[in-house]
């Protein structure tokens, strides 16, 4: 059984940064991809990207593409979520999750951590 606590989010303006972190017990950490979703009021749960178990393969979804970064510290278990460039439309609880072997562009996980808020002002 694998346990996720994130942490992290907050309050911060539009084109500012935040970084995420969601770290990892119970498990062989460097076995698992990682992925983060988020949920906006109202709306469904999205994928906004994973990272794969070995750390070498990164996926995002075109909407935060270039200015979101995963990364993965296996000696730490803990994985990362840099978010650059923040819009308003990010607004949103974020959820890290795993899944054991998977890749970094799968939508299918197993473990679910509870989620940080992050708001993003105008």
């Known amino acids: 059984q694998v346990q996720l606590v994130e942490s992290g989010g907050g309050l911060v303006q539009a084109g500012g940064s935040l970084r995420l972190s969601c770290a990892a017990s119970?498990?062989?950490?460097?076995?698992?991809?990682m992925g983060w979703f988020r949920q906006a009021p109202g709306k469904e749960r999205e994928f906004v990207g994973g990272i794969s178990w070995g750390g070498s393969d990164t996926y995002y979804v075109n909407s935060v593409k270039g200015r979101f970064t995963i990364s993965r510290d296996n000696a730490k278990n803990t994985v990362f979520l840099q978010m650059n460039s923040l819009k308003p439309e990010d607004t949103a609880v974020y959820y890290c999750?795993?899944?054991?072997?998977?890749?970094?562009?799968?939508?299918?996980?197993?473990?679910w951590g509870q989620g940080t808020q992050v708001t993003v002002s105008s």
């Open positions: 999750a795993a899944e054991a072997w998977g890749g970094s562009y799968s939508t299918k996980y197993t473990y």
């Open positions: 119970g498990g062989t950490f460097s076995t698992y991809a």
